[in-house]
């Protein structure tokens, strides 16, 4: 495109005071006088290509038609629309279909230049002809010039006709309609024409016939319709001079948009009327005209006197008129007010500029910004974006004021713009809470849901600004003199407020401005509210998943315990990643890590399922291989009724993998099995590193039948285990080797804490935003002390319970525990007597003391006791209830070699372990 025409938004910025690199409002600009005033930049050429400006123009219009065509369809861009958004996209289809019929009836200046153009003295004779009037009709100049315009007048046949509207014409000063006239070959053409008259010296009067060709007209259409030529239905000035630039012949119309008077136009250069750079540059595009012969255009700016505070832009065609001998008389120029044309293009930028630069993320402050961006400085000085507390914006919930009268919202600014460096018209950074006064516009427009356009700001004593004297305050220090307040509202919900104000622009806002602003907010809100809702659904999620997931791991008796929770990132949502460390009876724990496939609220969901089921499975003491296999059964039972669902592809449990150990500190021993997870990480005393041999075993809910086998490790005190998802170690870019390595590096680190160690290895991820969830669970192994344990093997003999019981007390005194004595006899007597009565062979009794007291009997039967619910005149069957009373849990688990054991854990008393004759630790 060539340097003199620029692009629309280069232009704009131009009629806006900004040229192309440089700062706001440093760009050359004439401050709006009393009558006319025309702008002129040095940097542009001082003629437009008249062809290029067709184009562009029709290019705009066909820009406007395909953005309806879209709403037609009722695309959005890039951001998807849910239901609750219907509303604004039908304000936008109306928007844009309106934008559309509105530019398809704007003057455009290239028809002014395509103008057949010839004077006629007052007897109608022509005496001016134009090269543009040749290609129109055929005749030459010196055909035409000095004859009656009867030549090429169809209604010139009829002479009581052409009488008729010759006075008609004197009598109405012109006349515009549409009228055949004669070609040259002899065929018919219809044209739009203005007959305009023209004032002379001494009140000499002349005539100037402009006309355009329909049927071009409708041909260039790009809808095809009939055009009606702007020549009939909008007001041209006209002024004619001559070949020395002297103005000879003045319309009425010129006088009314530039507001010089015609006695003092006749006879004078227009830098006698208005010396200066300005006319100095028009008047070079003057003598280019009579210089080439070729017609110009020029586009100037004006303050009619009727409008003197709003500025008008004005398309000034050149052309060049002939004489009989086809040389030069003069110049003619047609002025046409092209405001309406060239803030509808200006608007169209910005609106397409809106496409592309708000809405490119799902971050609600990111999107304010952009629109804040956008504002400033295309429509206004300074914009700020202020959001309701209603909208996530990732910190806490802002509180509401009550102030007498009702309830006033608390906003927080979300973006702000400013052609000042270092925005001093804000007094609230982003993220920051925006209070409002009392009677505040901002509170009318929140409550009424409608836009506030206050062109000339009222800043006088009884308005709103007398209760917050800070606002005015720094309204008078910056010149705020013109407000525009939009709500950013959706069907369901008012998201906030969007403010535009000008402070250096002198020109205050407008109707057109305030249609432009609402265009623009509603585009924001689309995108607002899908971020808000993103980003409620996405809190949901992370906020069910870390609700799942425990709150605190705390130290126990068998490990000291650390983790990591990475969620992956916002493209991809939360995860079904969980793990957990169970207490066990015993002092033993379990160390689950597991994997949910997918992401998002369904994965978190199921994860939280299987989670429960683990925990309840893992209550009744099941073995590791046991467990996992009724987890897998769960699983193909939850995959089986998905199936079945009618919605079943939007919650199917889509399977899932799981680790599951239990360690013993009182043999150091941990037993382990997976379905299809990666396997452990052991660390010795020091530092090596080790994955051991674990059977894989098949992903939760497979369905294949293959049972999962269980490996038993000693594990001596201090050893760390690493349980970890498969997102530690796996990625799109490298193999699981490799991620394993990286994950053996980082753990390498025997003197380190578990927290330090769990830092190293999130350190080692190739970035920090996986794409996969990825969980980490170190623990370190701890012992009891021998002092802590009691062991005693007993007979199956009945009197045997007698002696269980002393042995018991014995121990308890030692430990300091007399006060536990009368309960934990009672409860190994009940336990002995069932072990003796119902199964056989040897009977082993433990007390464990850690974090509790445990006591177990363990016995050959596999069959665990059955607690019935006994009358209270039964003798027998009550020993277990009574059991129950006495402990906090209880429960029964299966030996790994065969055989069961029964336990019951009661609490330690608080000032347990300060007796002389227990260990001083609770647990070392």
Known sequence: MPAEIGDDRNRFADARGLKAGASPRTGWRVAPPSGFSSSFSPADDVTRNPNIMRENHQNHVMSVHQAAREAECGRSSRTGMGAGNDAQLNSRQRSTRKMAGAIRELPNPHEIHDAAIAMLDADGTVVGWTDTAQRLVGYSAGEVVGRSASVVLQLAKNASRVQAFAEQCRARGGWSGNAAVRHRDGHTLNVGLRISQLWGQDGAVHWLVSGTDIAALSFASSSGSVRESILTRTPIGIIVRDRELRCTWVNDAIERQQGIPRDRRLGRRLTDVLPGLEAEALEVVMRQVLDSGRTAVHEYRAWPPAEKHREHVFAASYFCLRDADGQ????????????????????????????????????VMQTSQELADLAVPLLADYATVDLADSVPLGEEELARTSPAGGRRPVLRRAGVASIHPGIPESPWARGESVFLPPHAPQISVLSSGRSHLEPVLDTAAGTWLDRDPARARTIHEHGIHSLMIVPIRTRRAMLGLAVFIRTEEPTPFQEDDLLLAEEL????????DNARRYAREHSVALTLQRTLLPHR????AAVEVASRYLPADRHHG?????????????????????????????????????????????????TPNELLTRLDD????????????????????????????????????????????????????????????LPAGNPLGVGLGIPFEAVELDLPEGTQLALYTDGLVESRDHDLDVGMKRLGAALAHPGWSLEDLCTSVIE????????????????????????????????????????????????????????????????????VTNAVRHASGPIRLRLIRHEALTCEVSDASDHPPRRHQARSFDESGHGLSIVAQLCRRQGCRRATGGGKTVWAEQELPKDAGKSTGCPGKRFP
């Open 521 to 528: 907010v509603t585009r924001a809100a689309l995108a607002l």
């Open 634 to 693: 769960t699983v193909r039972r939850l995959t089986e009724e998905d199936e079945d669902a009618d919605d079943h592809d939007q919650f199917a449990v889509a399977g899932a993998t799981c680790l599951y150990a239990v360690y013993d500190p009182v043999t150091r021993r941990c037993t382990m099995a997976r379905a299809g997870h990666p396997p452990p990480a052991v660390i010795d005393l020091h530092g090596k590193v080790t994955f051991p041999a």
């Open 764 to 831: 080692t991820l190739p970035t920090q935003s996986p794409s996969d969830d990825v969980t980490l669970l170190l623990a370190r192994t701890r012992s009891l002390s021998p002092s802590q344990t009691a062991t005693w093997d007993l007979p199956s003999d009945p009197a045997v319970v007698r002696t269980a019981r002393a042995l018991v007390t014995g121990e308890l005194t030692r430990w300091g525990l007399d006060g536990m004595v009368p309960s934990t006899e009672l409860i190994v007597s009940e336990l």
């Open 328 to 363: 030069t008389l003069g110049v003619c120029c047609i002025n046409l007010d092209v405001t309406g044309s060239r803030r509808a293009r200006e608007r169209l930028a910005i609106l397409s500029e809106a496409g592309t630069r708000i809405g490119n993320s799902l971050d």
């Open 553 to 556: 791991l705390g130290d126990s």
């Open 574 to 622: 939360v995860g079904g990643d969980w793990f957990d460390v169970i207490p066990l009876s015993g002092a033993r724990v379990a160390l689950v890590v597991g994997d949910v496939v997918g992401h998002g609220i369904n994965a978190a969901a199921t994860m939280g399922s299987l989670r429960t089921v683990v925990r309840t499975l893992a209550a009744m003491d099941l």
